[in-house]
């Protein structure tokens, strides 16, 4: 099985930042690269496939990169309502997996 | 829009069958991969497995040998079954959409949390 870790798993930032979140595979994963969006008692939402890729109604303030094992989402300016936990999840092979999750609080 | 949404039973007793299902509205349920995926409280996301609008199924290894999905067509639902549950089974089950290649959990029902306990 693929594992997925990320890094942080939390992290504290100000309205405006500049946000990095890490997601590494345990093998090779080429692009197969989801981000989603978990706000509490909520579904997570998807925000990037295929590492890059922005899904449809997402602000461009989030963007993804990398491939291979080693992907990250950034987030260029924060805004009040980003503050939630990011998951990454490979959709290279089953069974998928999801990273541990990384926390976005506010300073 | 594509929806869906999760119903069945919130408590379910210890070594019983966890049986849910999902609805999806907006869309047919005749393509794509629809899939389960739970959040046991306060923790991550795990893919539970997921079944192709042509009937096949793809399971979790850790969790195969308890798992059942189906399909009912005409009813544009698809179900979840679990067997033999522990408490290590409480969680949120989520059904969503896997897009047209099995890529990208698109589509999300809101979620229902299930309870095992005596």
């Known amino acids: 099985d693929i594992q997925m870790t990320q890094s942080p798993s939390s992290l504290s930032a100000s309205v405006g930042d500049r946000v990095t979140i890490t997601c590494r595979a345990s093998q090779s994963i080429g692009r197969y690269l989801n981000w989603y969006q978990q706000k509490p008692g909520k579904a997570p939402k998807l925000l990037i496939y295929a590492a890059s890729s922005l899904q449809s109604g997402v602000p461009s303030r989030f963007s993804g990169s990398g491939s291979g094992t080693d992907f990250t989402l950034t987030i260029s300016s924060l805004q009040p309502e980003d503050f939630a936990t990011y998951y990454c999840?490979?959709?290279?092979?089953?069974?998928?997996?999801f990273g541990q999750g990384t926390k976005l609080e506010i300073k | 829009q594509v929806q869906l949404q999760e119903s069945g039973p919130g408590l379910v007793k210890p070594s019983e069958t966890l049986s849910l299902t999902c609805t999806v509205s907006?869309?047919?349920?005749?393509?794509?991969?629809w899939s389960w995926i739970r959040q046991p409280p306060g923790k991550g996301l795990e893919w539970i497995g997921y079944?192709?609008?042509?009937?096949?199924?793809n399971y979790n290894p850790s969790l195969k040998s308890r798992v059942t999905m189906s399909l009912a067509t005409s009813r544009n639902q698809f179900s979840l079954k679990l067997t033999s549950v522990t408490a290590a089974d409480t969680a949120v089950y989520y059904c969503a959409r896997e897009g047209p290649y099995g890529d990208k959990l698109d589509y999300w029902g809101q979620g229902t949390l299930v309870t095992v306990s005596s």
């Open positions: 079944i192709y609008y042509n009937g096949s199924t």
């Open positions: 999840q490979q959709s290279y092979n089953t069974p998928e997996s």
């Open positions: 907006g869309g047919s349920i005749s393509s794509y991969f």
